[in-house]
């Protein structure tokens, strides 16, 4: 028990330290990777090429005033980004980095994953909800309907390896691909499309673009964190890095064969699994225009779900033949 | 030159009712778009009357930029005109001044040296280019948001609008406000070597036009946006004068560079774009084209540009004591924006008795309370975005 709890408390340190830093160099890393796509350099100013460009940004925000609107639900303003930050850093706590490496591996784990996934709406909601803005009340209502319909194809997507490998442990799906084959690799008709649902359907739970109806700058200004100044804003900016990070992390495993891999160490693997999905989202955001949220959710219920569904048939049809 | 069709003006829903008609309950959310929004395209301001995600009705405000400048043009001399004007369309300069110009050389019957028109039309081309590079790219802004693929969008057509803004500082030392265009021809001469330069930067702008129409016009999601998306038919942007991009996106065939020809365009064939459906891809489709007709006008006139002197000569011995006989003069041109007219009432003074400009984007505004209803907030950006609005030229 004690030593159970000992090895948690090590690991859940280890790994949100691991995760803060990763966020931060991935911030840097998207700036530059943008940067080169719009015929720019990036930041270059703050440390070497730029990179304590990060550090430089959080310093500002934590100088910034603290705004609470009149007539805002102050509780729930500043409760908020405290839980966005939380949900998406609980869901790292059973990502499998190698064997070895995972702080907690559930018997439930993608289950978990799911469900902290889902819990990150009600912080976008209740910052809409807090605001006392029209601008954020109409990001909130987005992300709330555009969250509930993408949790649907993403749940049903990730069930395609859960039941071709017979287990809701992260652990022992990657060992079951390490044992066989990627889900991408073989069946790859079954774990392709299951895999680019995934992914799609990530990119509309982490709000990115084309899917970032909520935020959507160019229509509501910065949607649900309108109102959101200094620390409570870097929360915010925050925990969608981190949502991003931590669920291309749960993307590799899944289907990407996680820390397998040759002739290096299954961490290397990993690491480099998660950075390909990551980069692959940030490539996409820097490319394309945002969706109508009408357009969203045609998308997801008239060809997600029922994509998904089939290709939950398949997999158990799959595993019930061979 | 095609004759307009008679209009019929039909019976039409009248946008402008009280809101008490649309809401008797008063249940709807009234949201200020702008005049601090980011994507209003300076300091315009909509009222936005919604349900849900839905608009019910728009009410415009413009004058957020309003600075008097028709009232200050009338207290100074005819060539100290120039440079204020610069400042209307701060998108397209070049032809504000062309207009204004020729408004004072139809009242002074002053003949402008054919170099000098050649030039005009020359810099009226580049800059159609510029203007239309610089649409593109915020349209994509507000489509694809400042965080994402519209910003990408818009800095590669920035980087192409460089070029030509660097072209335009060789000639005149300015890169935006250039105040050339004067009294009877230009100010500057085109250096040696220009030609070469514009030839040169075209062949980068050409093939890249085509990039720009891969990452927009033949993208899905562009696409999805945009079709049938501020649907305006023929009819309505008759009425409302709507001119430019905007109209010939519907459908209508009017250019008044090819129907009414000035300076160059007299001598060299200008192919007018147009498109059907007068929705925000047509009017897409139709900026986009005229971007390539241009680059071939472009190529097609810098080296025919005639030798020759490039300023008629000064009327009397001081430029600023030019006076201009009493009576009053309209002309129009064809700017990348649409019709731009300069209405002059002369009382024989050396400074004008009234100026009036006449901007296409005010015009083109005046449609939002028609289209815009029964989009979502989201098509609003879109359809406003669509429509090109300087809100310089707009307020004045």
């Known amino acids: 028990m004690s030593e159970g709890l000992v090895h948690g408390v090590v690991y859940s340190v280890v790994i949100v330290t691991v995760v803060l830093t990763a966020t931060a160099m991935a911030l840097w890393f998207e700036r530059k990777f943008a940067a080169r796509l719009q015929t720019r350099l990036g930041p270059t100013m703050v440390g070497p090429s730029g990179l304590l460009q990060p550090v430089a940004d959080l310093l500002k925000l934590l100088q910034k005033e603290d705004i609470v609107p009149a007539n805002a639900d102050a509780v729930i303003f500043n409760l908020v980004p405290l839980l966005a930050a939380l949900a998406a850093l ?121 899917f970032d109806i909520p935020e959507a700058e160019s229509e509501l200004v910065a949607g649900v964190t309108t109102e959101y100044t200094g620390i409570k804003f870097a929360l915010f900016y925050m925990a969608e890095y981190i949502h991003t990070l931590v669920a291309s992390a749960v993307g590799a495993a899944l289907f990407l064969g996680g820390w397998d891999g040759p002739f290096r160490p299954g961490l290397h693997w990993m690491v480099l699994k998660t950075l390909l999905l990551f980069v692959a989202v940030y490539w996409i955001r820097w490319s394309l ?32 033949l061979v | 030159m095609t004759a307009l069709q008679t209009v019929h003006i039909t019976r039409r829903v009248d946008p402008h009712l009280p809101i008490d008609r649309y809401d008797p309950e008063g249940e709807l959310m009234l949201l200020h778009f702008g005049p601090q929004h980011p994507s209003t395209h300076g300091v315009f301001r909509m009222d936005l009357y919604l349900d849900g995600e839905k608009v019910v009705k728009v009410v415009p405000h413009v004058g957020y ?131 070469a330069k514009v030839k040169a930067a075209l062949d980068i702008i050409g093939p890249r036009l085509d990039e720009y129409e891969s990452m927009t016009l033949q993208n899905r999601i562009f696409l999805d946006r945009t079709t049938g998306v501020g649907r305006l038919d023929a009819e309505l942007a008759l009425d409302l004068g709507i001119t430019g991009p905007i109209l010939r996106a519907c459908g209508v065939d009017h250019d008044l560079r090819r129907d009414a020809p000035f300076h160059a365009y007299d001598e060299v064939k200008v192919n007018v774009v147009t498109a059907q459906g007068g929705d925000c891809l047509a009017r897409a489709r139709v900026r986009i084209g005229e971007m390539r007709e241009s680059v071939r006008l472009v190529r097609e006139m810098v080296d025919a540009v005639p030798e020759g002197t490039i300023n008629a000569g000064r009327p009397v011995k001081l ?78």
């Open chain 1, 90 to 210: 609980g869901a790292a706590a059973v990502v499998p980095f190698s064997p070895s490496v995972v702080a907690s591996d559930l018997d439930v784990g993608v289950l978990y994953v799911l469900a902290i996934g889902a819990v990150t709406v009600l912080p976008v909601f209740g910052a809409g909800w807090a605001s006392n803005n029209k601008l954020a009340l109409l990001g909130g209502m987005r992300a709330v309907a555009q969250s509930i319909s993408y949790e649907v194809p993403l749940l049903l997507s990730a069930m395609v390896p859960v039941i071709l490998s017979g287990s809701l442990r992260l652990g022992t799906i990657v060992q079951a691909q390490a044992d066989h084959h990627w889900f991408v690799v073989w069946p790859f008709f079954i774990g392709i499309p299951a895999f680019f649902i995934f992914v799609l359907a990530m990119l509309a739970e982490s709000n990115r673009i084309p």
């Open chain 1, 289 to 320: 225009l945002r969706f109508r949220s009408d357009q969203l959710m045609a998308l997801c219920w008239k060809y997600l779900v029922p994509a998904s569904v089939l290709l939950v048939g398949a997999a158990a049809v799959w595993v019930v």
């Open chain 2, 65 to 195: 930029l309003h600075r008097a400048v028709e009232k200050l043009c009338e207290t100074l001399a005819y060539v100290q005109i120039t440079p204020i004007v610069d400042k209307n369309d701060y998108v397209s300069p070049m032809t504000n001044e062309q207009a204004l110009n020729m408004a004072f050389e139809a009242a002074l019957k002053l003949e402008v040296p054919r170099r000098a028109r050649w030039m005009r039309s020359l810099f009226a081309e580049l800059q159609r280019i510029a203007s239309h590079l610089l649409w593109l790219g915020t349209f994509a802004l507000d489509l694809g948001g400042a965080l994402g693929g519209g910003a990408t969008v818009f800095l590669h057509c920035f980087r192409e609008r460089e070029l030509v803004l660097d072209l335009f500082e060789e000639v005149t030392g300015a890169r935006f406000h250039y105040n050339t265009h004067t009294l009877g021809g230009n100010r500057h001469d085109l250096p040696a070597g220009w030609s």
């Open chain 2, 319 to 396: 430029p600023v004591q030019t006076k201009i006989p009493h009576g009053q003069v309209y002309v129009a041109i064809e700017t990348p924006r649409g019709e731009l007219g300069t209405y002059l009432i002369s009382d024989g003074t050396q400074f004008p008795y009234r100026l009036k400009i006449r901007p296409p984007s005010l015009h083109a505004l005046s449609a939002l309370p028609y289209i815009i209803p029964g989009a979502t907030v989201s098509d609003a950006v879109a359809i406003l975005g669509s429509m090109d609005p300087i809100m310089g030229e707009v307020d004045r």
